[in-house]
């Protein structure tokens, strides 16, 4: 792995900063990287506050959004909440089927088959739209590159109004409205909301109609948080806000859904981390092996002990899901080996067997091994169908671009894409990815990254520290949880492998003259025991570990390296 260290923000800035807060030279560091540099500023970060999300009537069609669903509601029609079925799409029809169905009964739910119907808008949708009478379809978390689906639904007297946070293509669909900040005609202030954000700052600005504020719509936020966890949006401006006010709905009184996910861990509080690991998997393993609706269900459901019963039944689709992942990563490796694909600048594999549902997570499981831009094939239909992956710093969307030639169908963004393509271009679309990676990628991006935020030494880790970084959270990209180096550290011998398979390392580190034993563990590590015989630098983030009733702070190494010091 290659270290790279951030470069030093203004020292006069960060001292002043230390000063004016009273906090560690490292921690004032840390905060001017993130933008913050006077105590007006720090305070806004560290007290994230829900007076300062943005007037939701600045988003462009808000207004009419509104008055077409009061409309809607007056006319006693029928409105079908249509989104996708990932997390971000479940989380969002949950959220605002829960706000409409106190105002009206005339309201149901529609998450597309994953197989059958694909991403997005379908014309089975909006079919089943008209034959069962819905005169309007709000869709979260898609829709934006629905034109012709939005004009056939016109054609049945269907309106649509769009709520998405995709990136618009040169033209956008002809609903009656469209939200969405990343349009190049809306002037929100903030373009980095999810799909269930947008859905919240729709329900916002009709809650306001009411003459309802924030504080009433608080309980909704733990599906926002889920959302912004799961989609991997910037963890800054209003997310941040609203992941930090969500998480404290999770910790404290969630919807029952997500308290039968949560409820027989042994967790006294769950962090951004916990929902990406825990709760996310289990809502997306619904869409990936069964249907989106499952999870819609579990998340609206206002019985306890169904919601329990919903769970349990996810969660076995979620346990069917890793073995499903764990099999076809095995086969796809195996695969790479058996043609001696091992030095290639690309992975693309393809069987026909393999679960359309996970290859997705196939993808990001091969750039742990090989680390380079990914694509994992199976059959969909008369076509294949792929999920792309890319490294840190490479465009895959711009390097499908160039091969779309041999291209069905594509979307996504810099980092991660979905394709069709017919059967008889696999071949020639392989060979041309390849080449066009080859051609345009910097080597360098080829060798994983570890960012350093700071240098430290290990002497500076106080309980006082640790707090203030905790208080830094919830972290995200953009506001990732800071990574330290400290160099020419020792091992006090008791240094193992540990794991059922021995892959990890488990460290007691001493520094220097400090008497002080420091607990490390490296996850995927285990091979880097020889390492640790002599001294060596640690590129590290600081967790609390619990073990027997006791909380300590500890290392979680993310790599170590030989001392760079004689």
Known sequence: ????????????????????????????????????????????????????????????????????????????????????????????????????????????????????????????????????????????????????????????????????????????????????????????????????????????????????????????????????????????????????????????????????????????????????????????????????????????????????????????????????????????????KDNNEENKYTTVVYDKDWHKGVIGIVASRLTETYYRPTLVFTKSGEKLAASARSVKGFDVYNALEQCSEFIEQFGGHKYAAGLTLLPENYEAFKLKFEEVVANSIDKELLIPEVKIDAEMELTDITPKFFRILQQMAPFGPENMKPIFKTSSVRDNGYGKRVGSDQSHLKLNIIYGTDRKTYNAIGFGLGNKIEIVQNDFDIAYALDENEWNGVTSIQLLAKDIQKSTYP
């Open 1 to 336: 792995m290659r270290w790279t260290l951030k470069p030093d923000p203004n020292p006069e800035i960060v001292h002043q900063l230390s000063k004016e807060l009273s906090i560690d030279i490292v921690l004032s560091k840390l905060l001017v990287q993130r933008g913050i540099t006077n105590f007006e500023e720090a305070k806004k970060f560290f007290r994230p506050s829900l007076e300062e999300l943005h007037d939701p009537f600045m988003m462009k069609d808000m207004i009419i959004a509104v008055e077409r669903i009061e409309e809607a509601i007056s006319s006693n029609e029928n409105i079908l909440i249509y989104g996708d079925y990932d997390v971000d799409g479940t989380t969002a029809v949950s959220l605002l089927y829960s706000y409409l169905s106190k105002f009206t009964p005339n309201i149901a739910t529609y998450i597309p088959d994953r197989y059958e119907e694909g991403y997005g808008i379908s014309y089975q949708g909006i079919d089943f739209a008209k034959d069962n009478d819905f005169s309007l379809i709000i869709a979260l978390d898609c829709g934006i590159k629905a034109i012709e689906k939005v004009a056939y639904a016109k054609e049945q007297e269907i309106d649509f109004i769009i709520c998405d946070h995709h990136k618009p293509g040169h033209e956008i669909p002809k609903a009656v409205a469209i939200l969405n900040p990343k349009r190049k005609d809306c002037e929100y202030p903030y373009k980095e909301l999810c799909g269930c954000g947008v859905g919240f700052k729709l329900i916002q600005a009709l809650a306001s109609k009411q003459n309802k504020t924030i504080d009433d719509l608080i309980h909704y936020l733990d599906l926002v948080a889920t959302a912004i966890a799961a989609d991997i949006v910037p963890m800054t401006g209003e997310n941040r806000i609203l992941a930090y006010y969500g998480l404290q709905v999770i910790n404290s009184n969630p919807r029952n859904g997500i308290k039968a996910i949560v409820h027989q861990l042994n967790k006294k509080e769950l962090t951004i981390t916990d929902v990406v690991f825990i709760i996310a998997p289990r809502i997306n393993a619904a869409g990936r092996i069964k249907h989106g609706n499952a999870a819609v269900e579990l998340l609206t459901e206002s019985n306890f002990d169904k919601a329990v019963d919903f769970a349990n039944t996810i969660n076995e689709y979620n346990v069917n899901r890793r073995e499903l992942d764990a099999k076809i990563t095995k086969e796809a490796l195996q695969y790479i």
